[in-house]
């Protein structure tokens, strides 16, 4: 079942918006929330996930 999306607004200077539209039209994100989920994604894996012990995952880490 997939995990229920919520909501946030973020303010970003308009230089990294346009980076990420850049990524979007050339398609390595389908849009700007999946590029954003990425990012963040991927920096909670980077700073928290590796100090947490292997076999515990915790449950905002997404694979």
């Known amino acids: 079942m997939p995990r229920k999306m919520k909501i946030i607004s ?3 200077p308009q230089s ?5 539209d ?3 039209r050339r398609g390595v994100y389908p849009n700007r ?3 954003i989920r ?3 994604r991927d920096l909670v894996k980077k700073e ?3 100090t ?3 076999e515990e995952r915790p449950e905002y ?3």
Do not use: G, R
């Open 10 to 12: 973020v303010q970003l």
């Open 16 to 20: 990294l918006i346009n980076a990420i």
């Open 22 to 24: 850049t990524l979007v």
């Open 33 to 35: 929330s999946e590029a």
């Open 38 to 40: 990425t990012a963040i």
């Open 48 to 50: 928290l996930y590796q």
């Open 52 to 54: 947490e012990i292997e």
């Open 61 to 63: 880490v997404v694979e």
